[in-house]
Protein backbone atom coordinates (compact mmCIF):
# COMPACT_ATOMS: atom_id res chain seq x y z
CA UNK A 1 0.00 0.00 0.00
CA UNK A 2 1.34 3.65 -0.64
CA UNK A 3 0.95 6.36 1.48
CA UNK A 4 -1.12 7.95 -1.43
CA UNK A 5 -4.05 5.16 -0.60
CA UNK A 6 -6.95 6.61 1.59
CA UNK A 7 -7.37 4.95 4.99
CA UNK A 8 -9.84 1.78 4.85
CA UNK A 9 -13.19 2.27 5.63
CA UNK A 10 -14.51 0.61 9.11
CA UNK A 11 -17.13 -0.02 10.68
CA UNK A 12 -18.27 -2.33 14.02
CA UNK A 13 -19.94 -3.09 17.19
CA UNK A 14 -18.12 -1.54 20.23
CA UNK A 15 -20.30 -2.85 23.62
CA UNK A 16 -19.39 -0.48 26.78
CA UNK A 17 -20.45 -2.87 29.84
CA UNK A 18 -18.74 -2.99 32.94
CA UNK A 19 -20.79 -2.87 36.70
CA UNK A 20 -23.69 -0.59 37.51
CA UNK A 21 -22.55 3.26 38.34
CA UNK A 22 -19.38 3.22 36.81
CA UNK A 23 -19.95 6.02 33.96
CA UNK A 24 -20.78 3.52 31.24
CA UNK A 25 -23.97 5.83 29.70
CA UNK A 26 -22.06 8.98 30.54
CA UNK A 27 -19.06 7.88 28.86
CA UNK A 28 -21.52 7.21 25.51
CA UNK A 29 -22.83 10.69 25.92
CA UNK A 30 -19.51 12.21 26.09
CA UNK A 31 -18.67 10.06 22.71
CA UNK A 32 -21.30 11.25 21.27
CA UNK A 33 -21.53 14.16 22.15
CA UNK A 34 -25.31 14.70 23.14
CA UNK A 35 -27.36 13.20 25.80
CA UNK A 36 -28.77 10.22 24.55
CA UNK A 37 -28.51 7.60 27.60
CA UNK A 38 -30.08 8.55 30.68
CA UNK A 39 -27.48 9.08 33.83
CA UNK A 40 -27.58 9.34 37.50
CA UNK A 41 -25.86 9.09 40.74
CA UNK A 42 -27.82 5.98 41.97
CA UNK A 43 -26.84 2.17 40.60
CA UNK A 44 -28.98 0.63 37.62
CA UNK A 45 -30.07 3.50 35.94
CA UNK A 46 -29.25 2.07 32.17
CA UNK A 47 -31.82 -0.93 31.66
CA UNK A 48 -31.58 -1.09 27.94
CA UNK A 49 -29.85 -1.81 24.80
CA UNK A 50 -29.10 1.59 23.61
CA UNK A 51 -26.81 2.33 20.04
CA UNK A 52 -25.46 5.47 19.77
CA UNK A 53 -23.88 5.69 16.15
CA UNK A 54 -20.48 7.61 15.85
CA UNK A 55 -19.61 8.67 12.46
CA UNK A 56 -16.36 10.12 11.37
CA UNK A 57 -15.13 10.65 7.90
CA UNK A 58 -13.90 6.76 7.24
CA UNK A 59 -15.14 5.33 10.57
CA UNK A 60 -17.62 4.53 11.68
CA UNK A 61 -18.42 3.11 15.47
CA UNK A 62 -21.49 1.79 16.05
CA UNK A 63 -21.50 2.10 20.52
CA UNK A 64 -24.14 -0.54 22.47
CA UNK A 65 -24.71 1.19 26.07
CA UNK A 66 -25.40 -1.38 28.19
CA UNK A 67 -27.17 -1.83 31.70
CA UNK A 68 -24.41 -2.61 34.37
CA UNK A 69 -23.56 -6.38 35.04
CA UNK A 70 -24.37 -6.72 38.69
CA UNK A 71 -25.61 -9.59 41.14
CA UNK A 72 -28.26 -8.54 42.72
CA UNK A 73 -31.54 -10.39 43.57
CA UNK A 74 -32.53 -12.51 40.60
CA UNK A 75 -35.95 -10.97 39.98
CA UNK A 76 -36.91 -10.93 36.71
CA UNK A 77 -36.11 -7.20 35.58
CA UNK A 78 -32.95 -7.61 37.49
CA UNK A 79 -32.34 -10.64 35.12
CA UNK A 80 -33.13 -9.27 31.99
CA UNK A 81 -30.67 -6.07 32.81
CA UNK A 82 -28.24 -9.00 33.04
CA UNK A 83 -29.06 -10.28 29.60
CA UNK A 84 -29.65 -7.18 27.99
CA UNK A 85 -25.79 -6.53 28.75
CA UNK A 86 -24.03 -9.60 28.53
CA UNK A 87 -26.07 -11.75 25.51
CA UNK A 88 -24.09 -9.33 22.87
CA UNK A 89 -20.59 -9.86 24.06
CA UNK A 90 -20.29 -12.32 21.55
CA UNK A 91 -21.86 -10.79 19.02
CA UNK A 92 -19.58 -7.25 18.79
CA UNK A 93 -16.34 -6.49 17.55
CA UNK A 94 -14.83 -4.76 20.64
CA UNK A 95 -15.69 -4.90 24.17
CA UNK A 96 -15.12 -1.51 26.42
CA UNK A 97 -14.75 -2.60 29.89
CA UNK A 98 -15.52 0.49 32.47
CA UNK A 99 -14.42 0.40 35.38
CA UNK A 100 -13.91 3.10 38.16
CA UNK A 101 -11.22 3.90 39.53
CA UNK A 102 -9.55 2.60 42.88
CA UNK A 103 -12.75 0.64 42.92
CA UNK A 104 -12.51 -2.72 42.06
CA UNK A 105 -15.11 -5.19 43.50
CA UNK A 106 -16.43 -8.95 43.36
CA UNK A 107 -18.84 -7.65 40.44
CA UNK A 108 -16.24 -6.77 38.20
CA UNK A 109 -14.55 -10.02 39.01
CA UNK A 110 -17.54 -11.54 37.78
CA UNK A 111 -17.33 -9.52 34.68
CA UNK A 112 -13.96 -11.08 34.04
CA UNK A 113 -14.63 -14.54 34.24
CA UNK A 114 -17.30 -13.28 31.85
CA UNK A 115 -14.78 -12.14 29.53
CA UNK A 116 -12.81 -15.01 29.62
CA UNK A 117 -15.40 -16.30 27.01
CA UNK A 118 -15.33 -14.28 24.08
CA UNK A 119 -12.80 -14.02 21.30
CA UNK A 120 -12.82 -10.10 20.50
CA UNK A 121 -10.54 -7.54 21.92
CA UNK A 122 -11.63 -6.12 25.44
CA UNK A 123 -10.10 -2.37 26.43
CA UNK A 124 -10.32 -1.89 29.87
CA UNK A 125 -10.87 2.46 30.59
CA UNK A 126 -10.59 3.64 34.11
CA UNK A 127 -13.17 5.97 34.60
CA UNK A 128 -13.83 9.01 36.86
CA UNK A 129 -9.95 9.56 37.39
CA UNK A 130 -10.58 13.47 38.40
CA UNK A 131 -11.83 11.24 41.58
CA UNK A 132 -7.84 9.71 41.95
CA UNK A 133 -6.09 12.62 43.90
CA UNK A 134 -3.09 11.50 44.51
CA UNK A 135 -1.71 10.72 40.91
CA UNK A 136 1.58 8.70 41.72
CA UNK A 137 -1.28 6.10 42.69
CA UNK A 138 -2.10 5.78 38.81
CA UNK A 139 0.85 3.55 37.80
CA UNK A 140 0.10 0.96 40.20
CA UNK A 141 -3.87 1.03 39.67
CA UNK A 142 -2.75 0.02 36.14
CA UNK A 143 -0.32 -2.24 36.72
CA UNK A 144 -2.94 -4.08 39.05
CA UNK A 145 -5.92 -4.25 37.24
CA UNK A 146 -3.52 -5.38 34.27
CA UNK A 147 -2.89 -8.81 35.94
CA UNK A 148 -6.83 -9.31 35.83
CA UNK A 149 -7.02 -9.95 31.57
CA UNK A 150 -5.13 -9.79 28.98
CA UNK A 151 -6.23 -6.22 27.93
CA UNK A 152 -5.65 -4.98 24.15
CA UNK A 153 -5.13 -1.76 26.09
CA UNK A 154 -5.84 0.22 29.59
CA UNK A 155 -6.97 4.18 29.34
CA UNK A 156 -7.48 6.29 32.16
CA UNK A 157 -9.89 8.76 31.32
CA UNK A 158 -12.65 10.94 33.07
CA UNK A 159 -16.05 10.43 31.03
CA UNK A 160 -17.93 13.32 32.91
CA UNK A 161 -15.12 15.89 32.18
CA UNK A 162 -14.31 14.76 28.28
CA UNK A 163 -10.68 13.61 29.67
CA UNK A 164 -8.83 11.58 27.53
CA UNK A 165 -11.35 10.48 25.34
CA UNK A 166 -9.81 11.31 22.42
CA UNK A 167 -7.04 8.45 23.34
CA UNK A 168 -9.75 6.14 23.38
CA UNK A 169 -11.19 6.83 20.35
CA UNK A 170 -7.95 6.39 18.54
CA UNK A 171 -7.30 3.07 20.23
CA UNK A 172 -10.85 1.90 19.05
CA UNK A 173 -10.43 2.92 15.31
CA UNK A 174 -7.73 0.68 14.22
CA UNK A 175 -9.13 -2.31 16.43
CA UNK A 176 -12.89 -2.39 13.96
CA UNK A 177 -12.32 -4.49 10.84
CA UNK A 178 -13.07 -3.16 7.21
CA UNK A 179 -16.18 -2.83 6.56
CA UNK A 180 -18.47 -0.38 4.74
CA UNK A 181 -20.65 1.92 6.88
CA UNK A 182 -23.83 0.37 8.26
CA UNK A 183 -25.95 3.59 9.00
CA UNK A 184 -25.80 6.38 7.30
CA UNK A 185 -23.86 9.32 8.51
CA UNK A 186 -26.41 11.08 9.93
CA UNK A 187 -27.76 8.92 12.43
CA UNK A 188 -27.41 8.63 15.66
CA UNK A 189 -29.55 6.16 17.33
CA UNK A 190 -31.71 3.41 16.33
CA UNK A 191 -34.19 4.12 19.13
CA UNK A 192 -37.32 5.72 18.29
CA UNK A 193 -38.37 9.45 20.07
CA UNK A 194 -41.16 7.79 21.85
CA UNK A 195 -38.66 5.26 23.69
CA UNK A 196 -36.25 8.27 24.32
CA UNK A 197 -39.08 10.20 25.75
CA UNK A 198 -39.83 7.73 28.14
CA UNK A 199 -36.27 6.92 29.10
CA UNK A 200 -35.70 11.16 29.70
CA UNK A 201 -39.20 10.80 31.93
CA UNK A 202 -37.64 7.75 33.97
CA UNK A 203 -34.28 9.58 34.59
CA UNK A 204 -36.26 13.03 35.78
CA UNK A 205 -37.87 10.09 38.35
CA UNK A 206 -34.86 8.59 39.13
CA UNK A 207 -32.94 12.05 39.55
CA UNK A 208 -35.98 14.03 41.57
CA UNK A 209 -36.72 11.20 44.13
CA UNK A 210 -33.19 10.00 45.27
CA UNK A 211 -33.43 6.99 47.37
CA UNK A 212 -36.77 6.99 48.35
CA UNK A 213 -37.88 4.92 45.28
CA UNK A 214 -36.62 1.35 44.81
CA UNK A 215 -36.28 0.64 41.08
CA UNK A 216 -39.81 -0.83 41.00
CA UNK A 217 -40.78 2.32 38.74
CA UNK A 218 -41.15 2.06 34.89
CA UNK A 219 -42.55 4.81 32.15
CA UNK A 220 -44.42 3.55 29.31
CA UNK A 221 -45.73 6.00 26.69
CA UNK A 222 -49.57 5.81 26.18
CA UNK A 223 -49.51 8.19 23.27
CA UNK A 224 -47.03 9.75 20.98
CA UNK A 225 -48.98 12.40 18.79
CA UNK A 226 -46.52 14.78 16.50
CA UNK A 227 -48.54 18.31 15.02
CA UNK A 228 -46.01 20.60 13.07
CA UNK A 229 -46.33 22.86 15.62
CA UNK A 230 -45.97 21.05 19.38
CA UNK A 231 -45.83 17.48 20.28
CA UNK A 232 -48.56 15.78 22.67
CA UNK A 233 -47.02 12.94 24.94
CA UNK A 234 -49.34 10.93 27.71
CA UNK A 235 -47.49 8.91 29.74
CA UNK A 236 -47.72 6.44 32.51
CA UNK A 237 -45.32 5.58 35.40
CA UNK A 238 -45.97 2.45 36.94
CA UNK A 239 -45.06 1.69 40.61
CA UNK A 240 -45.90 -1.23 42.69
CA UNK A 241 -47.62 0.06 45.80
CA UNK A 242 -49.92 3.33 47.00
CA UNK A 243 -46.80 4.47 49.10
CA UNK A 244 -44.82 4.60 46.06
CA UNK A 245 -47.23 6.20 44.00
CA UNK A 246 -48.03 8.90 46.45
CA UNK A 247 -44.35 9.78 46.78
CA UNK A 248 -44.23 10.52 43.41
CA UNK A 249 -47.34 12.45 43.47
CA UNK A 250 -45.99 14.52 46.18
CA UNK A 251 -47.71 17.21 48.48
CA UNK A 252 -50.79 18.60 46.02
CA UNK A 253 -49.16 16.73 42.83
CA UNK A 254 -46.16 18.76 43.30
CA UNK A 255 -43.60 16.46 42.89
CA UNK A 256 -45.18 15.33 39.96
CA UNK A 257 -45.12 18.52 38.46
CA UNK A 258 -41.62 18.86 38.79
CA UNK A 259 -40.50 15.68 37.28
CA UNK A 260 -42.91 16.44 34.25
CA UNK A 261 -41.25 19.76 34.04
CA UNK A 262 -37.90 18.46 33.77
CA UNK A 263 -39.17 15.65 31.40
CA UNK A 264 -41.11 18.30 28.91
CA UNK A 265 -37.89 20.74 29.19
CA UNK A 266 -35.26 17.91 28.18
CA UNK A 267 -37.64 16.42 25.79
CA UNK A 268 -38.38 19.80 23.79
CA UNK A 269 -34.50 20.24 23.53
CA UNK A 270 -34.26 16.79 21.98
CA UNK A 271 -36.88 16.69 19.36
CA UNK A 272 -36.28 20.63 18.84
CA UNK A 273 -40.34 20.89 19.63
CA UNK A 274 -42.99 22.14 21.23
CA UNK A 275 -44.11 19.88 24.04
CA UNK A 276 -46.95 18.89 25.78
CA UNK A 277 -46.73 15.94 28.54
CA UNK A 278 -49.41 14.90 30.65
CA UNK A 279 -48.37 12.22 33.36
CA UNK A 280 -50.01 9.67 35.02
CA UNK A 281 -49.23 7.67 38.03
CA UNK A 282 -50.73 3.79 38.32
CA UNK A 283 -49.97 1.10 40.35
CA UNK A 284 -49.26 -2.20 38.65
CA UNK A 285 -48.62 -4.76 42.02
CA UNK A 286 -45.48 -7.25 41.22
CA UNK A 287 -44.69 -6.04 37.80
CA UNK A 288 -40.90 -6.20 38.04
CA UNK A 289 -40.80 -9.90 38.76
CA UNK A 290 -43.49 -10.64 36.19
CA UNK A 291 -42.31 -11.95 33.09
CA UNK A 292 -45.37 -11.35 30.81
CA UNK A 293 -45.72 -7.45 32.46
CA UNK A 294 -42.03 -7.00 31.80
CA UNK A 295 -42.93 -7.82 28.31
CA UNK A 296 -45.71 -5.32 28.09
CA UNK A 297 -43.92 -2.91 29.50
CA UNK A 298 -41.43 -2.99 26.46
CA UNK A 299 -38.83 -5.31 28.19
CA UNK A 300 -38.50 -7.89 25.24
CA UNK A 301 -34.69 -8.89 23.60
N1 LIG B 1 -16.52 12.20 39.30
C1 LIG B 1 -16.94 11.57 38.19
N2 LIG B 1 -18.21 11.10 38.13
C2 LIG B 1 -18.58 10.46 37.01
C3 LIG B 1 -17.71 10.28 35.90
N3 LIG B 1 -18.38 9.59 34.95
C4 LIG B 1 -19.63 9.37 35.44
N4 LIG B 1 -19.76 9.91 36.67
C5 LIG B 1 -20.95 9.89 37.54
O1 LIG B 1 -21.22 8.57 37.94
C6 LIG B 1 -22.64 8.37 38.09
C7 LIG B 1 -23.09 7.18 37.25
O2 LIG B 1 -22.94 7.50 35.88
P1 LIG B 1 -23.73 6.70 34.75
O3 LIG B 1 -23.17 7.14 33.44
O4 LIG B 1 -25.19 6.78 34.96
O5 LIG B 1 -23.21 5.22 35.11
P2 LIG B 1 -23.59 3.83 34.37
O6 LIG B 1 -22.35 3.00 34.40
O7 LIG B 1 -24.20 4.08 33.06
O8 LIG B 1 -24.64 3.25 35.41
P3 LIG B 1 -25.83 2.14 35.16
O9 LIG B 1 -26.61 2.57 33.97
O10 LIG B 1 -26.62 2.23 36.41
O11 LIG B 1 -25.15 0.83 34.99
C8 LIG B 1 -23.30 9.69 37.65
O12 LIG B 1 -23.58 10.44 38.81
C9 LIG B 1 -22.21 10.34 36.82
O13 LIG B 1 -22.28 11.77 36.80
C10 LIG B 1 -16.39 10.81 36.00
O14 LIG B 1 -15.56 10.73 35.09
N5 LIG B 1 -16.05 11.44 37.17
MG1 LIG C 1 -26.04 3.60 32.32
Redesign the pocket.
Known sequence: MTSSNPEPSRCGYVAII?R????????LNYLLGMKL?I????????RHQIIGVKTTENVQVIYV?T??IHQRRGTAINKYMNRAATSILNDVDLIVF?VQVKQWTDEDKSIIEKLKAVSCPVVLVV?????LTNKKQLLPEISKLSAYYDFAEIIP?????GVNIDALEEKIAPLLPENDHFYPGDQVTDRSMRFLASEIIREKLIRELGQELPYTSTVDIDKYDEDPDIVRIHATIYVESAGQKAIIIGKKGARLKSIGTAARQDISKMIDSKVYLNLWVKVREGWSNDERALRGLGYSE
Open positions: GPNVGKSTLSTSRKPQTTDPGVNKMDMISALN
